[in-house]
């Protein structure tokens, strides 16, 4: 980019400042806070979902679609990939791992004997990338889940692996955590279900529940690692009934005070996952979000910046709880770029974040509880055409990344 594409972006930038500045907003402000926003993102785009192990997804209802070239093969390559795709997206983010990302030295232990030395290489390349890290226990993809039950087995032995298998993550997390100074989030997700009618819902439940209790025995420090537990409304193998459903991880999460993880492809198509979020965090102190496109309900598309994704935006914003929500991606694409997926779904997550910063929210909250409706709606509508796009090229040019033009013609 020349020097007078520069100019320009300044230049529009200070026109846009001053239409923003005409309804009580302060550009710069908003642009500090953004700058204090990291988005973890997501490993597994770069390889499919595949992991270190040399297995195939075979269970769990995961499922990446799509044969496009450059798949990464190993640690170096996905770091490499990811260090790409984060040299085009403005700010200081973090990387979320999961399990099946191991790099031992030697042999290969199963997943029940992970250590936190088999992540060492993780951990040392985000200390020198200034990166925080967060986890997840891999559920999936393993001899003992293609039963389709792994911590509500009803088999107490595939209950014990998984349960240690729990156990050591929140170790490795808590390691990760500590060594990098910034809280591990460690996330748990199960594919445990029904593909047809159940005639007991109670008893897996049961086991769920103790199985979790079992995990969560050690005490952690929570300035180490914050637990996380997600919930889904079916899956590929589990269309009638699943075990950690909404309800029972909303409610286990109030019971054990901990996160619980909304996925936006794991509700109906109907329920809005913004509206979500302020239900919950009345309850609890904190919120994991999974950011995803559901096109045809948990399908992982690559986030883009539509109404679903402004409205959760909107709602961590207005609800002034930027801290308490900890923002993550989870999409997996092999139909394009890898690396160009994560880029514009970061990007996309970003900029519906600058643009809830943007909005004169302390205006609409004013009009709202004056009963004034009417203007309301009038000055939502009005800002949906402000030069957001002018603030954002702004932005990335201040953080040295290309700015929306300047990704398309760098092809």
């Avoid at 191991?102 to 088999?118: S, T, V, Y």
């Avoid at 199985?211 to 409304?233: G, P, Y």
């Avoid at 991880?249 to 302020?278: M, Q, W």
């Amino acid at each position: 980019m020349g020097v007078g594409d520069e100019q320009v972006i300044e230049r529009e930038f200070e026109l846009a400042r001053e239409r923003y500045a005409a309804l009580g907003v302060d550009v710069d402000a908003a642009l500090e806070r953004m700058g204090e926003i990291a988005v973890s993102m997501h490993c597994w785009q770069g390889d499919d979902v595949g992991g270190f192990e040399g297995g195939s997804l075979s269970d769990g209802g995961i499922l990446a679609t799509g044969a496009y070239p450059g798949r990464a093969r190993n640690g170096d390559e996905l770091r490499a990939d990811i260090e790409q795709a984060l040299g085009l997206i403005p700010g200081r983010h973090r990387i979320n791992l999961h399990a099946i990302y191991a790099e031992p030295d030697g042999g290969r232990p199963d997943r029940d004997a992970l250590e936190p030395a088999h992540f060492a290489r993780w951990i040392d390349w985000a200390k020198q990338q200034g990166l925080g890290l967060d986890f997840n226990p891999t559920f999936f993809s393993h001899p003992r889940a293609q039963a389709g039950f792994t911590l509500a087995s009803r088999d107490s032995g595939v209950r014990r692996f998984w349960i240690e298998h729990g156990r050591a993550c929140r170790r490795i997390a808590a390691h990760m955590g500590r060594e990098l100074g910034t809280a591990c989030i460690n996330n748990i997700w199960i594919p445990d279900g029904f593909k047809d009618t159940p005639a007991d819902r109670w008893t897996p439940r049961r086991l769920l529940a103790e199985s979790l209790d079992a995990v969560l025995e050690e005490r952690l420090d929570r300035s180490h690692v914050l637990d996380a537990v997600e919930s889904k409304l079916f899956g590929i193998g589990s269309e009638s009934y699943v075990v950690g459903s909404a309800e029972f991880y909303l409610g286990y999460a109030i019971r054990r005070n901990i996160l619980i993880c909304l996925d936006s492809g794991h509700f109906h198509p109907t329920e809005s996952v913004a509206d979500k979020l302020s239900a919950v965090l009345v309850h609890l102190d904190g919120v994991l979000l999974h950011v995803s496109r559901p096109v045809r309900w948990d399908s992982d598309h690559v986030v883009c910046f539509d109404d679903e994704v402004r409205a959760l935006a909107g709602e961590i914003v207005r609800g002034g709880c930027i801290e308490r929500v900890h923002i993550g991606l989870d999409f997996f694409d092999a139909s394009i770029n890898r690396v160009a997926a994560w880029v514009i779904g970061m990007r996309n997550l970003l900029k519906a974040l600058l643009g809830a910063l943007l909005m004169p929210n302390n205006r609409l909250i004013e009009l709202e509880a004056a009963g004034d409706f009417t203007h309301r709606l009038a000055l939502m509508e009005e800002c949906r055409t402000l030069p957001l796009g002018a603030v954002w090229d702004y932005h990335c040019l201040r953080r040295q990344v290309p700015p929306g033009r300047g990704v398309v013609a760098g092809r």
